[in-house]
C-alpha cells in the first residue's frame, strides 16, 4: 500500500517512465486482487503492517533458488500460513498449517520465480482472519531453468533427507533438507521435443514426539531440492518425523533424534 | 567462401556488427605455441556490441587436419573464426571440441557444420545439452538479438575417459573429466608442444564460475598439474600462462569458497544471509566479481549442504 502511494505520488512529478511504472503496479494490485479471489473462498485478506514480514533479496541472482524468510510478530496467534508468488504459473508456493508442536514465528522456504513478481504472505489467525503483506522482487526464469543433473540422474537421489538443527538461543529451530528435483514440467528435453513431466514434492508433514509440527502442501514453485526451516517447541529429548510424499505417490519417512547442541 | 560468410554477414545486419567481427576485419589470433591459434574472450558479460565473445576459442593445426577448440559463443563468433581458420590454412576441419556445455564455449559450432567434422563432447553433454540447450538458446537470442545465437549442435563423438587424436604427426589427448566447473569438462593435452588446454577447469583474471562440482574441481587441480603442461590456455584470461601459478590462484579461490561455506552451513547461517558475505574477500583478486561470486556462494552452498 505505502508503495502505491509512493508511485502516485512520484507520477505527479515525472511522467512518462514512471507513469509506466505505476501501471505496473496497478496490475499487479490487480492480479493480487484476483488471485487472492480464486485462494480464498470467503473473507478476503487484509493488508496489515506488523503481522509478517517477508524477507527475500530483492533482486534474485538464481531465480531457481530464491530463499524466503517468513516472520511472524505473533506466533501465538497463527493458525496457518500462506506463500503466493503472483507471478508464478501455479502460485501458491506453500501452505503450510501449524500443529501444537510448531513455533511458528518463523519459516524459511527455497521458491522458484518466474518472473518479476510480488511475493504476498498470508495468515491464516486462530480467529479465522486472513491478514497479508507484499514483497515485490526482481528474478526471472527460475521455472524453466533446467536443473543440473539429467532426470533420470536427479530422481535416483529422490527422497534423501537431512536435517539441520541450528543452535539459536530461545527456539529450537530446525531446516529440513529433502533431496528432489522437483520438475515442475516447464522444462523441455531438447532430444525429445517433449517437457519433463511435472514431478515435485506435494506434501511434508513434520511432528515432534508425535505431536504435528506442521503440515505442508508444496506446489511447483517450491525449489528442486527443498529445504524447509521451521521453529518447534522442543524439550530437548525425543524425535523429529517427516514424512514427504511426491506427485507420483512416492513417499519418505525419516526419524531424526533431537540433537540440542547444533549438528 | 569469403562472399558467402560477407552475404552471411549482411544477413545479420553488417551495420550493426562491431567493426572486429566484420568479415573484412579479422579477429586477432596469436599463435600460442607452433600452430595452437588462440583468440582472447573479452572479460565482459554477453552483449550485442561483443557477440558473445568472451571466451578463448582457436584451433590447432596438425599436419593433415585442424581441430577447432572451442568453436565460439555464438554463430558469428564461430563464423569469425572459421574464417580466421581459412585464411590461415587449407586444411580439413576434422574436429570440434565443445569443452563442456556453456554458451560462450558452443554456439559457434553451428558455422562448422558445412565442414561436417566430428563434434566432440564429453560423455554427458548430449544429455546436458537436451535438458539445458533450448534454455541457454533461447537466453542468448534475448541478449544478442533473434536468431543470433546460433543453432544447438550435439556431439557425435563422446569422450568417455580420454580419446586421443591424430592430427597429423600431432597428438592430442583430451580427457573427460568428474564434476568440476560443469558436469561436462573436457580438457585438451597437445602432446607436441606440451601445451594444455583445460577451458574452464581454469579461469584467469575473470571470476571463475561454479556450476559442476565445487569439491570436484579443487580435485582436478593436481591431477591437471601432474601433466607438467609446458603452458596453460585458459578458458578466460590471458590467451597462455604459467599452469602451476594460475592454478594457484584458482585454488585459493576455490577454497575460500569451500571453507567459508562449510564454516557458514556449521554455524547454523541459513542460505541468503552466508551467500552475502562468503567469498567476499577475494572481491580485489577478480574482474566481474558480485554477482558471480554470489551465485558461486549458492552451488557452493547447496553442494556442501549435503556434506
Redesign the interface.
Known sequence: MRTLAFVAVLACILTAPVARAEEDEAARAKRWHELAHLIFNGPQPVNLPGWITI???TRA??AA?V?V?LTVADNRQVKSLYLVVDENPSPVAAHILFGPAADPHTI?M?IRVDQYTDLHAVVETQDGRLISTARFIKAA?GC????????ELALKSAGKM?L?????PGAAHA?L?I?HPNFNGM??????RFY?PARYIKSIDVAYNGQRVFHLDADISMAS?P?I?FGFKSDGTGTLAVQAEDTAHATWHQDFPIQPH?? | MLSRRRTLAVGLCLCCLPSRLRADAPIVFQEVAPGIHIRRGVDQNASPANHDAIANIGFIVGGDAVLVTDPGGSLADGQALRAAIRAATAKPIRYVLLSHIHPDHIFGAGAFLVDQPNFIGHR?L??????????YQS?LNEILGPGRAGP?VQPTVPVNDTLELDLGHRRVTLRAHAPAHT?TDVSLFDHTTGTLLPADLLFVRRIPSL??SLNGWIAQLPALAALRPARAVPGHGPVTVDFPQAAADLNRYLTVLRDETRAA??A?R???TATATIGRSQRGNWLLFD?TN??NA?EAY?EL??E
Open positions: 524477507d527475500a533479496p541472482l538464481d533458488l530463499p524468510t524459511t527455497r526464469g524453466s531453468a533446467p536443473g543440473s543433473e539429467a532426470p537431512k539441520r538443527f541450528s543452535n539459536q531446516e533438507l533431496k522444462q523441455m528435453d531438447q532430444a525429445t519433463t531440492d529445504a526451516g547444533g549438528t | 554427458g548430449r544429455d546436458s545439452l537436451a535438458a539445458r540447450g533450448a534454455f537466453h544447438i558436469s556450476d559442476g552451513i556449521q547454523g541459513d542460505i541468503q554477482d554470489t551465485r549458492i547447496k549442504e549435503w
